[in-house]
């Protein structure tokens, strides 16, 4: 019987998958990963196509660009269908598309509530799931949290609950896939100030100054540095940065009642 020489066996590409690639931490992701690791091909997912091949055209890494709006169902199977035809090894999926609207109940329109649960959780769910097929050991997989997951925030209610999920979601998946030699982190980043957030946090709300104080921001490539380190190192939850560290500390101990109190008061001074 003949066996295939080596040359023949095609081996899959080493990939890396990253949404929320057009901009701030999704973008600083794709650099960090370009740089420091010897990928095939590079994945870039989001809406803004411009941005995407803007990107793309910098990188030494080939790469694939995904314009797609990640909150239709559409997307997922767009995704689903290019890893089926491709077969790749996913070394590092980074899951970094997400955004918030600030106000109460009564300030954002129900379909941007929707759209913030489609895309923080279930969208980061559903590209998490569709991948795990495809990684192996020493596959990495990191969630873009936020320290809201820690405690109920009025006034950003639906975000943080939806933070809550992609938290509570990750730490479960790092204990499922820990004995399979695949790191999965929920990255929970202090407010950052060099990324599009902020402002997309203030469009589509009645309430735009619900949250007056973003103080103490970090920048978006000491929470990538940060928290590939945690990721490395096997950590299930990664803070990066002394901020969102105390910020867990307090929300663990802190009685939760107190600590909205506290935040109710903070963010109208
Ligand atoms: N900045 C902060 O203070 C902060 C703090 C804690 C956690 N985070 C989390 O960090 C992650 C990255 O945010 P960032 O700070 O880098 O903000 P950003 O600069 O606004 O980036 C958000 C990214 O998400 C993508 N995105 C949004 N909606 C999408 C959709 N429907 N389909 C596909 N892509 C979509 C955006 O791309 P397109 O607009 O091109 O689609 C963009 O690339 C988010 O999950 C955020 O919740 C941010």
Not at 165 to 175: D, E, G, N
Request: proline share 5%; aromatic share 10%.
């Amino acid at each position: 019987m003949m066996t295939p020489s080596n040359d023949t066996i095609k081996q899959p590409k080493s990939i890396a998958i990253v949404t929320g690639a057009s901009s701030g931490l999704g973008q600083e992701y794709v650099k960090y990963l370009c740089e420091k690791f010897p990928l095939d091909e590079i994945w870039l997912a989001a809406r803004r196509k411009d941005r995407l091949y803007a990107l793309a055209d910098t990188l030494s890494v080939p790469s694939k660009v995904f314009p797609l709006d990640l909150a239709d169902e559409k997307a997922i199977e767009v995704l689903s269908l290019a890893l089926e035809k491709e077969q790749p090894f996913i070394q590092f999926l980074i899951n970094a598309a997400g955004f918030g609207k600030m106000g109460s109940y009564k300030d954002i329109p129900l379909k941007e509530l929707d759209h913030m649960v489609l895309v923080n959780c279930k969208a980061m769910m559903d590209i998490t799931q569709i991948c795990i097929p495809y990684t192996k050991k020493g596959s990495r997989i990191l969630e873009i949290s936020s320290v809201a997951s820690f405690q109920p925030l009025p006034g950003f209610n639906v975000y943080a609950a939806s933070k809550a999920f992609v938290t509570s979601y990750s730490r479960a998946l790092h204990w499922e896939l820990f004995l399979k030699g695949i790191k999965v982190t929920g990255v929970c980043p202090y407010w950052i100030r060099d990324t599009e957030f902020i402002e997309t946090t203030k469009s589509g709300t009645a309430r735009p100054d619900a949250i007056r104080h973003f103080m103490l921001g970090t920048t978006a490539k000491k929470v990538v540095r940060n928290s590939m380190f945690q990721n490395k190192i096997g950590l299930g939850i990664a803070t990066p940065g002394i901020i969102s560290t105390l910020y867990r500390l307090g929300a663990k101990f802190v009685p939760h009642e107190i600590a909205i109190a506290a935040w109710e008061g903070l963010r109208r001074l």
